[in-house]
Nanobody, 126 residues
Framework: QVQLVESGGGLVQPGGSLRLSCEVS????????IGWFRQVPGKDREGISC????????TYGDSVKGRFTISRDNAKNMIYLEMNNLEPEDTAVYYC???????????????????WGQGTQVTVSS
């Protein structure tokens, strides 16, 4: 049974930083593409980052590129999302997820996920 458990969300001021963690069980993280998407009520999911299996390359959505960094700890089977220079527009529920498709397709319409966690709220506000 695949389980993804996110943590690390919270309230942060604009320009601040947060680090989200995702504890993965039921599969070996390094053998799968795993990433993060976010969702605001009433809006579609937005895929923001993905870490590929194999070469471990990273893919980012345009809205977070240069500010967010995804990483993976193979020994702990954990995925992380380091978020810097946060903006009010980054406010959302963030989900750790295993996509159905390769990471390079992250920006494609209809990008789908196989598994995801319960989410963690990130609020950027002064």
């Amino acid at each position: 049974q695949v389980q993804l458990v996110e943590s690390g969300g919270g309230l942060v001021q604009p320009g601040g930083s947060l680090r989200l963690s995702c504890e993965v069980s039921g599969l070996i993280a390094k053998d799968y593409a795993i990433g993060w998407f976010r969702q605001v009520p009433g809006k579609d999911r937005e895929g923001i980052s993905c870490k590929s299996s194999g070469d471990g390359s990273s893919t980012y959505g345009d809205s977070v590129k240069g500010r967010f960094t995804i990483s993976r700890d193979n020994a702990k089977n954990m995925i992380y999302l380091e978020m810097n220079n946060l903006e009010p527009e980054d406010t959302a529920v963030y989900y750790c997820a295993v996509p159905r498709w390769p990471c390079f397709a992250l920006r494609e319409d209809g990008y789908e996920y196989e598994y995801w966690g319960q989410g963690t709220q990130v609020t950027v506000s002064s």
